[in-house]
């Protein structure tokens, strides 16, 4: 059994994640794990796609290279998809939310072309993420929380670290 949990942060590009992530590691003592940092690291792609500007991700490669600090516990997990990684691994589901306009100016000031702009702006609005969390996890571990504002990022990390205490509680050995 694991003594610390794993949670994912997910949602569109540009949400808000790395910035949550980072600041709950920082706040909760639990490792941020940069799933786009372990698919370039360890090599879990079949090359980079260029249309989209993002790697073209081997899951099974991915879940191998994760497993080990799954299982362990303890992980923030951060990725814009969150289907993939087995029930069992996970404790709890955050998916950030936006605003379309904050989101065009988050993704603009990253110089995403406009193919990709209006992708990510329309799976926002189609809440395309909250969806895959819901159809992948007991709906009990889901939660929705808003990321527009600086405010908004502290109620989250708050809300987030009141709940990995009380988890640590609930399953001291
Ligand atoms: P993601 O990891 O989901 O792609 P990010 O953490 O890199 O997103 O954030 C994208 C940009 O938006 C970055 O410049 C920080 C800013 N940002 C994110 N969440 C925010 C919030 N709740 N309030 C203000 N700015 C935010």
Redesign the pocket.
């Known amino acids: 059994m694991r003594t610390s949990p794993n949670i994912i942060v997910t949602?569109?590009?540009?949400?808000?994640?790395?910035?949550?992530c980072e600041a709950l590691a920082e706040r909760t003592g639990l490792r941020h794990v940069s799933v786009n940092q372990v698919v370039k690291d360890e090599g879990c792609h079949e090359g980079w796609d260029e249309e989209y500007l993002s790697w073209i991700v081997d899951e099974d490669k991915l879940l191998d290279a994760l497993e080990d600090e799954a299982k362990a516990g303890g992980c923030i997990i951060?990725w814009?998809a969150c289907d993939l990684f087995p029930e069992s691994w996970i404790d709890l589901v955050v998916v950030?939310r936006?605003d379309s306009t904050t989101l065009y100016d988050?993704l603009s000031?990253?110089k995403y072309p406009e193919v990709k702009l209006q992708e990510n702006i329309d799976s926002e609005i189609m809440e395309v993420l909250l969806q895959e969390a819901r159809d992948s996890y007991d709906e009990r571990i889901v939660i929705e929380l808003t990321?527009?504002?600086?405010d908004?990022?502290e109620t989250n990390v708050d809300r987030i670290e009141a709940w990995v205490t009380q988890w640590k509680k609930d399953n001291a050995p």
């Open positions: 949602g569109t590009p540009g949400v808000g994640k790395t910035t949550h951060d814009h950030l936006v988050r000031a990253r990321s527009n504002t600086t908004d990022m």
